[in-house]
């Protein structure tokens, strides 16, 4: 293939890299400084406010209530959402394009929309707010990640193997452990740490619903800004961009892998 | 009904479709038989039904003197080779061929020895460790028939094993699939609806159109003494001739008075009680009309007609003459006939045996539309037009 001369590919990827990375950069090596006030100059590299970081028992138990809610959150909308893709994939009945533009909606509606109404829900059950709600909360738009990718996946499930796993004579049981789920794996993978990132980085869905003793880390970084020592949270940031970023190449790396193992 | 593997009375609908109605045959045991007939005719949905992946709405499936109709798929002594092979993408070969008596739970070392020994059959032991997608269309269709032969069913089903393969593929295939029958003996249905395939591997046929079985039996007596318009018309390529019985010249023949041909008069071999007045439809295949520029030999049980000729397609291994008689296009396929393209002759006699026409039982004119031309001109229906 002959070389692109264009440049105009160069200065987008260009464009694109200062305008989302630049300020994470900042924030990177701002990190790193020890100085008290961002904007005071360098001062030479230091893991100082990292050590700080992980000394403070707030931030500690905000990340641990952000794991709990993050892996249940999960854990609920991987199995809701693998069913309701298969429900959607396999009926195309009018029920099921309707679920199905339900899922999608649940996406793309504005997160304050969705904290206030379920807030109000929650309100008028007599719910007492806290991790059980936030869990509740992050679940309904987990489950639209998981089902959007298993979803993808299934396009190209050959529905024939288990056609042919029950002529060879197995039962259920074993068709969904050896036939189905090892091919919907990297769908289903993909939709977790979509959804496990989604639910750890969210912030105003889970500001309306959480409760006292169920500050999640969102949270108690929007109140560390307005009240404390920001600066810890730099260190904090890079740590969270460094996941995302590894989840990021996980899922990527998962979703890509299609077509790779299909005849 | 006798047999290894019967079908009895099958009916089958999908919503308000029929796809099959009341449908019934028997397989005898260690024999090819095939299931024929183009898309949409219920075959497959047949061998489904046999698998246990489809059931009946009315009628019961015998193998061996055992109703299986009720049976779940696991619980038959059938496998399938599935039309696009269906082998499990996230496994190996060897995992593949191992699903079944893994499932059966065997001892771990008799699944290791059988999948060895299933392997070698289908020369694929170098490729043990691939998966499917790294194998051609051929192998990963020899993986499929280990898969199945390796559960020792005593019926193997193939739903149109061959179709996803080029023909030069198809041809080796089909030599395969005749010796591993040889070799293992059970009893196999095969879906096709490629009629050569059908034709060169099985013991008996069963065209299927429309739900139905239009005619059963082996593939010459098929091909030869076809009883409807559909089955003359789908496999091969045939002429259709419509007349009138004008006289019955003796127990065997009777003289038919052609439609389309001006005053045209044919001599017809008959197995059947018919009448002076009776409509009759007569199929004479192409490669048994011959064809001469000069005036052949008459002869008492010969039929002579003279033509123009229409259109000459030269195919390699035989020549297709297209030969207007009246209204009426025949068409004539010959071998050895490069001097009728030399010469390029306008008139042509063409002559066929009276043994060589047969009459249809069924005749349907929607059938026409099977054949490459539509050999006659459209007309209205006549009064004398029975179906026999």
Known sequence: MEKCKSKIPFFTTLGIMLLFYLPMLVVAVDSFNPGRYSGSGWNGFSMRWYVKLVQDQDVISALINSLIIGLSATATAVILGTLAAFAIHLYTDKLQKVHRLMLITLLGIPDILMGVSLLLFFISLKMELGLFTIFLAHVTFCTSFVAMTVLARLQDFDFSTVEAARDLGAGWAIIIRRVIIPQIAPGIIAGALLAFTISIDDFVITYFVYGPGSTTLSVYIYSMMKHGTPVIINALSVILIIVTFIMAYAINKLMSRKNENIA | ?388
Request: glycine fraction near 6%; aromatic fraction near 8%.
């Open chain 2, 1 to 388: 009904m006798a047999g290894f593997l019967s079908f009895e009375n099958i009916s089958k609908k999908f919503g308000r479709q029929t796809v099959l109605s009341d449908v019934s045959f028997s397989v005898e045991k260690g024999k090819i038989f095939s299931l024929l007939g183009p898309s949409g005719c219920g075959k497959t949905t047949l061998l489904r039904i046999c698998a246990g992946l489809e059931s009946p709405d009315s009628g019961r499936v015998i193998l061996d003197g055992k109703d299986i109709t009720d049976l779940v798929p696991n619980d038959r002594p059938v496998n399938t080779v599935f039309q696009n092979y269906a082998l499990f993408p996230h496994m190996t070969i060897w995992e593949n061929i191992a699903f079944g008596p893994r499932v059966d739970k065997r001892p771990k070392q008799e699944i290791a020895s059988e999948v060895e020994k299933y392997l070698e059959m289908i020369q694929m032991t170098s490729h043990a460790y691939k998966k499917p997608a790294q194998l051609s269309g051929g192998m990963r269709q020899r993986v499929a028939l280990a898969r199945a032969l390796i559960n020792h069913p005593q019926v193997l089903l193939l739903d149109e094993p061959l179709a996803a393969l080029d023909l030069k593929l198809r041809q080796r295939m089909l030599v395969e699939l005749d010796e591993l029958h040889d070799k293992i003996g059970i009893t196999f249905v095969y879906v096709t609806h490629d009629q050569s395939e059908a034709m060169s591997i099985s013991d008996d046929v069963a065209v299927m159109n429309r739900g139905i079985i239009e005619q059963m039996g082996p593939p010459a007596e098929i091909y030869e003494a076809p009883k409807s318009s559909f089955v003359a018309a789908f496999i091969g390529d045939t002429n259709f001739f419509d007349g009138t019985v004008t006289e019955i010249t003796d127990n065997d023949y009777s003289r038919v008075q052609l439609e389309n041909m001006g005053n045209q008069q044919m001599l017809i071999f008959n197995d059947r009680r018919l009448n002076a007045g009776d409509g009759v439809h007569v199929s004479i295949r192409p490669e048994k009309i011959d064809i001469s520029a000069e005036p052949p030999a008459t002869d008492r049980k010969k039929n002579i007609l003279k033509g123009h000729v229409e259109d000459i397609i030269y195919m390699g291994n035989s020549t297709k003459f297209w030969i207007r008689v009246g209204r009426q296009l025949i068409s004539v396929q010959k071998q050895h006939s490069a001097f009728l393209l030399d010469q390029k002759p306008i008139r042509f006699w063409l002559a066929w045996h009276a043994d060589n026409g047969y009459i249809l039982d069924n005749y349907q004119d929607a059938d026409r539309s099977l054949l490459p031309i539509n050999v006659t001109e459209p007309q209205k229906p006549e009064k004398g037009h029975k179906q026999k």
